[in-house]
């Protein structure tokens, strides 16, 4: 019988605390996971985080580990799906020499069938940037390597699940099942002369 690793996406939401991330990846390193993406940044809230992590692993092996996550204290909430559960893209760079990529390549029709842009052009290099999925991004790669591909950097992946509502959506569901305490005045205010005497 085998067991069916696919491509999971995790996203925590956090409060944006110094060490939280050491915190997560020591969760994963423990259990000797491989992180294959990991990108944060500010979410739809102001003052929460959000963390994109990308894994390959069982469903079972993935469900403990964001149970493990949304044990830490700064941790709100932690969700997990395969890719056909989310919209994600991936940016990618390609740094080549502009001389001959100028002489070599039709450099529009490149560009258009990849949906690439150039960035930066100088003399020396040409910078072009393309998003999508990885297969869409290699395809780019391949392209650019026999015209002595200088530099190639792709970003950690980004996604929004499909089939959520956002997290502010979630907060305002919690606060109305478990509403906050009313404030209550202290009793003993007016008289914390007799309260706090020796």
């Not at 894994?55 to 909430?77: D, H, M, S």
Request: net charge negative; glycine share 4%; with cysteine.
């Amino acid at each position: 019988m085998t067991i069916d690793r696919c491509e999971y996406n995790i996203t925590v939401y956090t409060e944006n605390q110094v060490g939280l991330l050491n915190r997560i990846a020591i969760i994963f390193s423990r259990r000797k996971i491989n992180i294959e993406s990991l990108n944060t940044s500010p979410s739809e809230i102001e003052g929460i985080h959000r963390f994109n992590i990308v894994v390959v692993e069982t469903e079972e092996v993935v469900r403990k580990i964001a149970r493990q996550i949304e044990k830490q204290v700064e941790v709100l909430k932690v969700y997990f799906n395969p890719n056909e559960d989310v919209i994600w893209q991936e940016m990618a760079l390609y740094k080549v020499p502009t001389d001959v990529i100028a002489e070599r390549a039709l450099v529009e029709r490149l560009l258009r069938e990849h949906g690439a842009r150039a960035v930066v052009i100088r003399k020396d290099y040409t910078v072009f940037e393309t998003t999508g999925h990885r297969e869409e991004t290699d395809k780019l790669l391949a392209v650019l390597q026999p015209y002595g591909l200088i530099e190639f950097v792709r970003s950690a992946r980004i996604a929004i699940i499909k089939g959520s509502k956002g997290f502010h959506h979630k907060l305002r569901e919690f606060e109305r099942i478990e509403p906050g305490q009313e404030v209550s005045e202290n009793d003993y205010l007016n008289s914390r002369d007799k309260v706090f005497s020796m």
